[in-house]
């Protein structure tokens, strides 16, 4: 059930293309509501961030084979877990915390491009997300961990 869950945010085998041209490796947004802030290739402080959020994830009784994307991206919303991992994505220009008020406010398309941003700086990212997802599924830890 995971599994399916981690496969479809980390969409589908091709390289994603970044929303514009990465300079320094960091991909810089000023977002309709204000918020400046850039993403960069996880550092593994972000990835062990990212990891125990996921794990805060409740899908006992979803079937995530028949799921839709969007209904994902709401459980993770009334969870306030997308909100969560925005913050360890995303980091302020201005170098203060990204307030969850912030991301609430942002536009869809701009969270789309976030999303496909963030695959495209971290193109291991699908298959960490896969490892993690199947490790979840058996209830065993992946022993396999080079793509993390």
Same mark, same amino acid.
């Given at each position: 059930?995971?599994?399916? $869950?981690?496969?479809?945010?980390? =969409? ?29 290739? *996880? ?12 794990? /805060?994830?409740? @899908?006992? =009784?979803?079937? @995530?084979?028949?799921?839709? $994307? ?5 459980? *993770? @919303?009334?969870?306030? +877990? ?20 912030? @991301? ?6 701009? *969270? ?8 495209? +700086?971290?193109?291991?990212? #699908?298959?960490?997300? #896969? ?15 080079? /793509?993390?």
């Amino acid at each position: 059930m995971l599994k399916n $869950l981690f496969t479809k945010l980390s =969409g589908s085998s091709q390289d994603p293309v970044p929303s514009t041209e990465p300079i320094d490796g960091k991909i810089t947004y000023q977002f309709q509501n204000g918020l400046v802030c850039y993403q960069e290739e *996880l550092s593994l402080g972000q990835d062990e961030q990212l990891v125990d959020i996921l794990m /805060n994830l409740e @899908l006992a =009784g979803t079937d @995530l084979e028949n799921t839709k $994307l969007k209904e994902i991206i709401s459980r *993770l @919303l009334n969870d306030n +877990l997308l909100y969560k991992m925005l913050q360890v994505v995303l980091i302020s220009a201005e170098d203060n915390e990204i307030k969850t008020e912030d @991301l609430k406010s942002l536009k869809n398309s701009e *969270l789309e491009a976030v999303i496909k941003d963030f695959f495209s +700086l971290n193109p291991t990212a #699908r298959d960490w997300f #896969r490892t993690i997802g199947s490790g979840l599924t058996s209830g065993k830890t992946p022993s396999d961990t080079s /793509n993390l």
